[in-house]
């Protein structure tokens, strides 16, 4: 026996496997990070609500300073005192609605993009400089392959869902009851 009270193939099918295979799958994702890539060099205001958001970007549309706005109206502590500066950033760094409002823009230099909610709250955000091929930090490659396994996961069961996979047919599991519907279909695409 493997462990006190549960079978060797127990184990072996609860324990072992699951683990090889998140490991296996988290080395695959990490293999498949670039060490250099597009970053976005941005200042945010980040606020509780719409309105907020809404009142600060009026405030910079009619010609108060970005930095300024932010040091005055921002909640995110992090950056309020710098005016907003988040230093250079990559896709993936951030939330998965901070990616999508920001990256998928294809922002340019002096863009403001926002406002725009996730669930930090409501963001505007400035795009101060943008390297297209910018190699990652340490920090910046760490922070991306800690969440490479957590962001597919989350992908993966985003698109069975939307595909009906997830619907509750087989006693609450999320997964579908016919061997089409088998989860382990999507590590074949790895």
């Known amino acids: 026996?493997?462990?006190?009270?549960?079978?060797?193939?127990?184990?072996?099918?609860?324990?072992?496997?699951?683990?090889?295979?998140?490991?296996?799958?988290?080395?695959?994702?990490?293999?498949?990070?670039?060490?250099?890539?597009?970053?976005?060099?941005?200042?945010?205001?980040?606020?509780?609500?719409?309105?907020?958001?809404?009142?600060?970007?009026?405030?910079?549309?009619?010609?108060?300073?970005?930095?300024?706005?932010?040091?005055?109206?921002?909640?995110?502590?992090?950056?309020?005192?710098?005016?907003?500066?988040?230093?250079?950033?990559?896709?993936?760094?951030?939330?998965?609605?901070?990616?999508?409002?920001?990256?998928?823009?294809?922002?340019?230099?002096?863009?403001?993009i926002g406002p725009f909610k996730d669930d930090a709250g409501w963001h505007l955000v400035l795009v101060v400089d943008r390297q297209d091929n910018k190699p990652l930090t340490g920090d910046q490659l760490s922070s991306l392959k800690s969440k490479a396994f957590d962001n597919w996961l989350s992908a993966l069961k985003k698109k069975e869902t939307a595909s009906g996979l997830g619907r509750d047919r087989d006693g609450g599991r999320g997964w579908g009851n016919g061997e089409d519907d088998c989860p382990t279909r999507s590590l074949l695409l790895l």
Not at 27 to 36: A, E, F, K, V
Not at 50 to 56: G, H, L, T, Y
Not at 71 to 99: H, L
């Open 1 to 112: 026996m493997a462990c006190p009270g549960i079978s060797t193939d127990d184990y072996l099918n609860l324990i072992a496997q699951p683990a090889y295979l998140k490991k296996r799958i988290t080395d695959i994702l990490q293999s498949r990070i670039p060490t250099s890539t597009l970053q976005l060099q941005l200042s945010q205001i980040q606020t509780d609500n719409e309105a907020d958001a809404k009142a600060a970007l009026a405030e910079i549309n009619g010609g108060k300073g970005f930095q300024d706005v932010a040091r005055a109206k921002s909640t995110d502590t992090a950056t309020k005192d710098k005016g907003g500066d988040m230093g250079f950033i990559a896709k993936g760094q951030q939330s998965a609605e901070f990616d999508t409002a920001v990256f998928d823009a294809n922002p340019q230099k002096g863009q403001t």
